[in-house]
């Protein structure tokens, strides 16, 4: 079954500098959530989207956007990258805000 | 402001020796409650979810419950590659101010020693 893909699966990046993740749902599915985890830490949520429009807003600096495209992928730009923003994010998929099935992540690590 | 606390942080067992992870929490009506596992560096792997108190879900080794207040996951005859993090999650109902996100607890990491 198809999953929901993350991309690029690793990524350095140095202070100040922007990053760009990408997120590609579940086929049909219809919501789009974005959490970061550090280390020893649970998944802080970020920011949903339900049907390509924003739904909710978690923790998410200024400093980051995200947006939802037609083809219902996502991308989460981060800009002037600070070192405590180094990282897994997570993006996740549902159907109707039913069950979230997550990405394999993104490992950020900024120096 | 929604809450969830899970205990024990960590939870070391033998092979065999059945226990129960538990998740408290707190949440302007609760939508949905959902348990994941996850490994180190990997994303979190749906296991349940619970919708209203009184539901039982069941899957190999694993139990889900739910109260009004509570979840727990009961782990029977637990096998090493059971071990891993368990995180519970809740959802609040539509017309929350959080509606739709998950709210997640710290996790309990569980070692299962052969």
């Known amino acids: 079954a198809a999953g929901v893909i993350q991309s690029p699966r690793h990524l350095i990046k140095e202070k100040r500098e922007t990053a760009t993740l990408k997120c590609y749902p579940i086929?049909?599915?219809?919501?789009v959530y974005w959490y970061q985890q550090g280390p020893g830490q649970d998944p802080q949520f970020l920011i949903s989207f339900y049907e390509k429009m924003q739904s909710d807003k978690g923790s998410i600096p200024d400093r980051f956007s995200a947006q939802q495209f037609s083809d219902y992928h996502s991308e989460l730009n981060m800009s002037s990258l600070e070192l405590g923003d180094s990282a897994l994010y997570f993006c996740?998929?549902?159907?109707?805000?039913?069950?979230?099935?997550f990405g394999q992540g993104t490992r950020l690590t900024v120096v | 402001e929604d809450q969830v606390t899970q205990s024990p942080e960590a939870l070391r067992l033998q092979e065999g020796e059945s226990s129960s992870l538990n998740c408290s929490y707190t949440v302007s009506g609760l939508r949905g409650l959902f348990w994941y596992r996850q490994d180190p560096g990997k994303g979190p792997e749906f296991l349940f979810t619970l919708y209203s108190a009184g539901e039982e879900k069941e899957k190999e080794r694993l139990k889900a419950t739910l109260t009004k207040k509570e979840s727990f996951l009961h782990i029977t005859a637990p096998k090493p590659e059971d071990s891993a993090t368990y995180l519970c999650a809740v959802q609040a109902r539509a017309g929350g101010t959080s509606y739709g996100k998950l709210t997640f607890g710290q996790g309990t990491i569980l070692t299962v020693h052969p």
């Open positions: 996740a998929s549902s159907l109707s805000r039913s069950e979230a099935f």
């Open positions: 086929p049909r599915h219809d919501t």
